[in-house]
């Protein structure tokens, strides 16, 4: 008889959701075959054996990890608010965030194949993470995750759900003031040159169907939203924005910057499920169409 690990029972209870006592039976009288346990369940368990998989993870954490001239930000999703603040799911998240900077993996799929144990999981990040859907009930996923090489980098964590890395040469108190203002006020780029083509557009043609409201001659339109334009371009930009901690209100970032002799070369901002579509539940029919069911049961 193959024995029965807490890690095939994890990976069962990810891949079916079901209790995690019935994936240890289906797994001892399937003798260790992981397939025909999932049969077995599903035979059993009939549509309590939902895939969690399949559910939307749109809460979770940012993790950071920046330790010389190597760091990472990690994006690690679960379905609830609830569950991001798990001690378990919060040290996953780090140490993917720290396994990132450590071993450069290409993507997603490269990173749960390095070596990590947790719980009594692993024996790599991939098997943790399933584990802990089977040990805590609920999906979850890495989302993304980007590596830095840089000499001088600077990290911002607001909370747990916003996190920012500056890359910069200079002064490293002003690079953490703009790590700072970056998770604030969200700019879309450094510079206005490097806004996106499709944002500028967007606004474009907001602007465009406002203008064209106000009834004015189409020479006077045409300056109106190229003057819609150019402000946006200073609203999103890192180096236009007013710096927040400006003590006259009204110093750019860029402004500080130079006045700081520093330079930044690029930053990184990761907002919780940014993004992502979340499903809008209806709590009130859910409880009423579980009571209807308990009572045709």
């Known amino acids: 008889m193959a024995a029965i690990t807490a890690s095939m029972v994890g990976e069962l209870r990810a891949k079916t959701d079901a209790p995690m006592m019935e994936c240890k039976k289906a797994l001892t ?12 369940l599903r035979v059993k368990l009939g549509t309590k054996a939902g895939k969690a998989a ?23 999703n679960s379905e609830t608010d609830f ?15 720290e396994l990132v900077a450590k071993n450069n993996p290409a993507d997603i799929e490269a990173l749960g194949a390095l070596a990590y144990e947790q719980d009594g999981f692993g024996p790599t990040l991939e098997d943790v ?13 890495f989302r993304r ?16 759900r916003i996190g920012v890395v500056v890359e910069y040469e200079g002064d490293a108190v002003a690079a953490k003031d703009v790590a700072m203002h970056v998770a604030a006020m969200q700019p879309k780029a450094l510079t206005g040159a490097e806004v996106p083509a499709e944002l500028i ?30 402000k946006y371009l200073k609203d999103v930009s890192l180096v236009d924005q007013v710096f927040v901690k400006a003590e006259d209100g009204k110093q750019t970032v860029g402004a500080m910057l130079k006045a700081k002799n520093t330079t930044v070369t690029g930053f990184t901002l990761y907002v919780v499920g940014e993004g992502i579509e979340k499903k809008a539940d209806d709590f009130a029919a859910e409880v009423a169409a579980q009571v209807a069911a308990a009572k045709g049961a």
């Open 29 to 40: 009288e399937a003798g260790g075959d992981m397939a025909k346990a999932e049969e077995l």
């Open 54 to 76: 399949a559910r939307i993870t749109a809460e979770g954490v940012v993790a950071c990890y920046v330790d010389g001239g190597v760091g990472a930000l990690m994006e690690v």
């Open 83 to 97: 569950v991001s603040k798990n001690d378990s799911f919060i040290a996953m998240a780090k140490a993917a965030a």
């Open 129 to 141: 993470r399933k584990g802990l859907i089977g040990k805590i009930g609920e999906n979850m996923s």
């Open 145 to 160: 995750f980007k590596r830095f090489a840089s000499a001088n980098l600077a990290s911002y964590l607001h909370g747990t």
């Open 201 to 230: 557009e967007q606004e474009r043609s907001v602007a465009a169907a406002k203008a064209a409201e106000s009834g004015k001659p189409a020479e006077i339109v045409t300056k109106m939203v190229e003057g819609a334009i150019n």
